[in-house]
């Protein structure tokens, strides 16, 4: 009687504690799926311009990253480039095209259509937005999207054959997100997952080539698909490794790329980064903000999207001069 006793002594805190564990398991839950349900409003917002939405959605004291738009910075700016949207481009229609959370904070990956008006030109947009929650609103949003992409197809910035593969573009299928990969595997777990993404980061601010080209190796799946319309170029993990090696580590010998943010959720890693370095070719200094998702399967990165602000890349580099904006 008295092991009897002592078992049940043991087990009973044991199982309170799972019981306690999964109550939280399954609040936390329940909390991230009520932000992607605020994100769906979200969508709402800008493909129908009802600014009570807004209100619904947004904490008052809500603050906007958007590089392309400095002046977007607060709900009433925010709200303002909703109206303007919806006066240039009537027929706006954005789709969500995936989505991860994981605590406080939601990915978004999208794809927008519209017409230009008055000149009547229609454009594809794609971005990649983390949004933050506190108090069941939405505080702070970070947004890039593909800005350089949006203007060459309404005419504001003609191809340049010579120039960066971003400038090249003219064809509508290099303004969208390339086909899906096929590969499947293993998810694996967020935790480990972050992991393997955070690898990668680490050897590219070693600036060490062979370093980086090892790790990529052991990361990448030989399948890998990537998706970034401004850099058209790079589709697999050969293009891939090239771009890093000629188009990054070569003409920004200093290059760092810290992590700004990382989430997880399933088989999905999303990454917010800052990439600083001093072009060799310019004699400057260049930032570069983005957001990336990475997919995982059976232990490797089998395919990833990206959204950055190449327009503002070009521009620091002298490549192009700055340029007014406000379009969408």
């Not at 709900?75 to 481009?89: A, H, M, P, R």
């Amino acid at each position: 009687m008295l092991k009897v006793r002592e078992t049940l002594s043991f087990l009973i805190p044991v199982i309170a504690l799972g019981v306690l564990l999964g109550f939280m398991a399954g609040c936390e839950k329940a909390k991230t799926e009520k932000n992607k349900a605020i994100i769906e409003r979200w969508l709402e917002l800008w493909n129908m311009g009802d600014l009570a939405i807004a209100d619904e959605i947004f904490a008052t004291d809500f603050v906007s990253h958007i590089p392309q738009f400095p002046n977007v910075n607060d709900l009433e700016s925010y709200k303002g480039e909703v109206i303007k949207t919806g006066t240039d481009v009537p027929d706006f229609h954005a789709i969500l095209e995936d989505m991860v959370a994981e605590g406080n904070k939601v990915a978004g990956r999208f794809t927008a259509t519209g017409t230009m008006q008055p000149a009547g030109v229609q454009y594809t947009n794609t971005w990649i937005t983390i949004f933050r929650f506190a108090g069941g609103k939405i505080v702070e949003q970070w947004w890039h999207f593909d800005m350089l992409g949006v203007l060459q197809q309404l005419g504001a910035m003609p191809p340049m054959p010579g120039g960066p593969p971003a400038m090249q573009r003219a064809a509508p299928e290099d303004f969208v997100w390339s086909a899906p990969s096929d590969a499947t595997g293993y998810p694996g777990d967020p935790e480990a997952n972050k992991a393997l993404v955070l690898r990668e980061f680490e050897a590219w601010n070693q600036g060490d080539l062979d370093a980086l080209m090892t790790v990529l190796d052991e990361i990448y799946a030989a399948e890998f698909v990537y998706h970034d319309p401004s850099r058209p170029h790079v589709i697999d993990l050969a293009s891939y490794k090239q771009w890093a090696a000629e188009e990054c580590l070569a003409p920004f010998p200093d290059l760092y790329m810290p992590v700004e943010d990382i989430i997880a959720e399933g088989d999905k890693v999303v990454v917010r980064w800052a990439f600083t370095g001093t072009s060799k070719a310019f004699g400057k200094q260049v930032t570069q903000t983005g957001t990336s998702i990475y997919r995982i399967a059976d232990g490797r990165i089998v395919e990833a999207w990206c959204a950055c602000d190449m327009l503002g890349t070009i521009q620091q580099m002298g490549v192009i001069p700055p340029i007014g904006q406000g379009e969408e």
